[in-house]
Structures are given as C-alpha cells and as structure tokens.
C-alpha cells in the first residue's frame, strides 16, 4: 500500500493488492479485496455492511471484489457483495448496492445509482446521474448518458419486480426512460427523451414518447455519412482501436471456436 492519508479504516479481514493508494476518511470493510494499483480516493466506503448488520449479531460481511487497475473517485459507496472486474473507473458519489456483478473495463459516472442484483458487461460506460433498478442487466458495450433510467416496477408500488435486460452495443441516450420488464436487444439505439414501453428486436432505433421503433441500420448519421452500428465508426478506449471493429470480432470468434478443442487438447494430455 502507498498512501500517506489521514483517519483510515482498514480491517484486518481486507485483502490489499500491490501499490494500492488509500484516500483521507475512507472505510474498508471485512473481506474486502483489492486489485493491484487501485486507487480509492478520499471519503469513500467500500464493502458496505448490509441491512443485517444492523440486526443480527453474528453478522459476517460477504466478500467484496475490485479488479485491479481501478479508479474509485471520492465519496462513492460500493456495498458488500459486489464483484468487479479490472480497470474500473468512477466519478463522484457513485452508489453500488449489493449483489452487482461488473465486467472488466467499465466506467460509472458521477451521481450513478446502481440499486444492487445487477449485472453489467464489459466495456460498459454508464454517464453522469444513470439509475438502474434492481435486477436489470446490461450486456457488453452498453452505453447509457446522463439521466437515463432503468425501472423495475409495471405498476408502483407493488412486489412485482421485473428488471430489464439491454443487449450488446446498445445505447441509451440522455433522459430516456426504459419501463419495466422491456427487453432491449443488441445493437439498438434509445434516442434522447424516449419511454420504451415494449421490448425491441435488434438493431432498433426508438425515439418518441412512447417509442416508435425503426431500423438503426438506416440511420445516418447527418454530414457524416456514417451508418449504425457504432462500432465501424468509433474505436476510443474500444479493444478494436487501430484495427478495426470487424478485424477484431472475428479474432474473438475465431478464438471461441479454438477455445474448446484448446480445453479437449489439455484433457487428453492430463489424461
């Protein structure tokens, strides 16, 4: 650990990679693990006692995981019971509760409210002031920007949760609202200010209140010239940069289709 900071609390149950640096007044709960070369910056609390820690006295803090080369910035909150993957990045107050499992190279802006049992892919990049119900999932390469929210209720209040799933490569854009129970599909783009009230195929475009729906892949993009999806015109920070979305996605298929003779080939050896 690297740090010469003020009115720590680590517990002994923590587990501290290597050149982690540890901000002023930040908490680290029991069993909590840290990645090598992360950073939480000051005013932070990580691995969150749950509700039972207030009520039972035998209470044990499930384990709580972030991946290494992370960036958690000042005064965020990421309870007990998450698993996060490497190279994870927040703005400010960011909120995690519990039971959220993110994938590797996600971002999760200032003011982001992840409301726990969530899953979310790799490459993610959730924007400033997102909210995400309970029990939703995003897949890999989904973007959502600012005040755009995910619900969970059909008919509030009720007990009737029902969270929403959006596919890979999807993006939501600013204020738009998808209700509960939708199931976005991949490659979709959710336009500024649109209510999805009903699951969309692939490849959508929604816009309006409630959505009308049309094929992305006729977009263009004005000026520019450049169609839907996003991947064959934008590569930053993307594991595509300077070869190409299409270059690298039949790698990736390509090595899932090694992969299990690679797994049969290491059996017979063992064997």
């Not at 997102?130 to 890999?140: A, C, F, K, N, P």
């Amino acid at each position: 650990m690297k740090f010469n900071s003020r009115n720590i609390y680590i517990s002994p149950l923590a587990r501290i990679g290597k050149n982690v640096r540890i901000g002023d007044n930040t908490a680290i709960y029991d069993n909590v693990v840290l990645g090598d070369n992360t950073t939480i910056c000051n005013d932070c609390e990580i691995g969150e006692p749950l509700n039972a820690y207030y009520q039972d006295s035998g209470y044990e803090n499930p384990p709580t995981v972030i991946g290494a080369d992370s960036l958690i910035r000042s005064h965020s909150i990421i309870y007990a019971k998450c698993t996060i993957g490497n190279n994870f990045n927040t703005g400010h107050r960011v909120t995690i509760r519990e039971n959220t499992v993110i994938g590797d190279h996600c971002s999760i802006g200032t003011l982001t409210d992840i409301e726990g049992e969530v899953t979310v892919g790799n490459y993610c990049r959730l924007h400033s002031n997102v909210h995400i119900s309970q029990t939703s999932s995003l897949g890999d390469f989904v973007w959502m920007y600012p005040f755009s929210v995910i619900t969970n209720d059909p008919y509030p209040p009720s007990n009737d949760i029902q969270g929403v799933h959006v596919g890979n490569y999807t993006q939501v854009c600013v204020h738009a609202t998808l209700l509960a129970g939708v199931h976005v599909g991949e490659n979709c783009l959710v336009g500024a200010h649109s209510v999805v009230n009903k699951s969309l195929p692939d490849y959508s475009l929604a816009t309006g209140d409630p959505a009308s729906v049309r094929d992305v892949r006729r977009y263009i993009v004005m000026g520019k010239g450049k169609p839907y999806p996003w991947m064959h015109r934008f590569d930053r920070g993307m594991p595509w940069r300077d070869i190409g979305y299409q270059v690298w996605a039949e790698a990736q298929a390509n090595r899932a289709l090694l992969e299990p003779l690679e797994v049969a080939v290491a059996q017979s050896e063992r064997a």
